[in-house]
Structure formats: structure tokens, C-alpha cells
């Protein structure tokens, strides 16, 4: 409509609200400073897909978790195309190298990527884990699945914690991938697990 009537999106905003008899209202404070730190939880989430990759393929400790996977026949490509990564087997890695990139205890924690101690203090949800990048119908980075690399460990998979991001419910893993092939397929095959 913006391109046939010629309007910017203002415009074609207001128009399409008339004819569909939506009532506009705008944005509050509360909204934006809302969204202002959702879109800052999304990044330190696209920034923990890097980290935990980098982990994965270009540290020691992830050499045990890269080659389960190579094991199990997935490719590096795949690795990449997907994010997944490895998280150290550190009580405070990720939360001190997030700190240093000047996100705070509180950004960590809505994100879901550290847990507070009933006792007091601060440590890293995921430890010696592979690390699966959930994201939103869209593409936008909601949370992590991650798998134990001990047999000792449990639980054996665990998830992001509930957050304003993310509700499990709400997420179908890797559907940003395969909607075009949905779409074009007429038909889903839906699997429990990350590696069906």
C-alpha cells in the first residue's frame, strides 16, 4: 500500500487502522523504555551466540563438545547456520565476560543466562553444556536449549528460564529456518528434540 498510494508509513499506518476499525494510541514512556530493553536483552542474546560459538570452535575446553557433535554427524556448517556453541564449565565465565562488555547483573538475569544463589551472589545458568540458539518466528534470539556433556549432570537438557522473552510455550525451535520450506512444502514434520 506505501508503495501503490505513494505514502510513508505514518500515513499507511493510519489508513489501514481506519479501515480495519483499530484504534491507534500512541506509545507510552513505559513502552519504550520497554522496548528499549528488549531490544538490548535481544542483542547481549545475539552476543551470547557469538561468545558461546567462539567457545565451541576456537577454545580447549570446547573441543569435547565440538567433536560430539562431529560425532553425531553434524556439520560445521550447520554448527554455524543455526548457532550452536558450548558453554564453559565455569561458575562465573560468561557472567564476567558480559560484565566486561558492559551489560549489567540484571541484564544477564532477564536474559536468563545467569541464576541467583538462595544464599547470595550470582553464577552461570549454563555450564559444560551445548548450547542451542532459540529464536522467534522471526529470527530474533528469545533463549538457549542446552544439552549436558556429563552423563553425571542433570538435568539432561535445560532451558532459558522463563522471561519477558521468552515462554517455551510460545517457541517452536527452528521454525525462523523452516518457514519458507513449510510455506512451499504445504506441510511441517514436527520432532521433540533439537537433534531430530
Do not use: C
Not at 565465565?93 to 543466562?113: C, I, P, R, V, W
Not at 541464576?115 to 529464536?135: E, Q, V
Not at 510455550?169 to 513449510?182: P, Q, V
Amino acid at each position: 500500500i506505501m508503495k501503490k498510494e505513494g505514502w510513508d508509513f505514518i500515513e499507511t499506518l493510519k489508513n489501514l487502522a481506519a479501515r480495519t476499525g483499530v484504534e491507534l494510541q500512541p506509545q507510552t514512556e513505559e513502552q519504550k523504555d520497554q522496548d528499549e530493553q528488549y531490544n538490548r536483552l535481544h542483542q547481549l542474546l545475539d552476543e551470547a551466540v557469538i561468545f558461546y560459538r567462539h567457545q565451541l570452535l576456537q577454545t580447549p575446553a570446547g573441543s569435547g563438545a565440538l567433536n560430539y557433535l562431529l560425532n553425531r554427524g553434524v556439520k560445521k556448517e550447520t554448527i554455524e547456520k543455526v548457532g550452536l556453541g558450548y558453554s564453559p564449565a565455569s561458575w562465573d565465565n560468561t557472567y564476567q565476560y558480559f560484565l566486561g562488555k558492559g551489560y549489567s547483573e540484571n541484564d544477564l538475569e532477564e536474559a536468563g543466562m545467569v541464576s541467583k544463589r538462595d544464599t547470595g551472589g550470582i553464577y552461570d545458568r549454563f555450564r559444560n553444556r551445548l548450547m542451542f540458539a532459540i529464536r522467534d518466528a522471526n529470527g530474533k534470539m528469545v533463549g538457549f536449549g542446552a544439552r549436558t556433556l556429563d552423563p553425571e549432570d542433570m538435568p539432561k537438557y535445560l532451558n532459558s528460564p522463563e522471561s519477558p522473552l521468552f515462554q517455551k510455550k510460545n517457541f517452536l525451535y527452528g521454525l525462523d529456518r523452516a518457514r519458507e520450506s513449510i510455506k512451499q512444502e504445504n506441510r511441517a514434520i514436527l520432532v521433540e528434540g533439537y537433534f531430530d
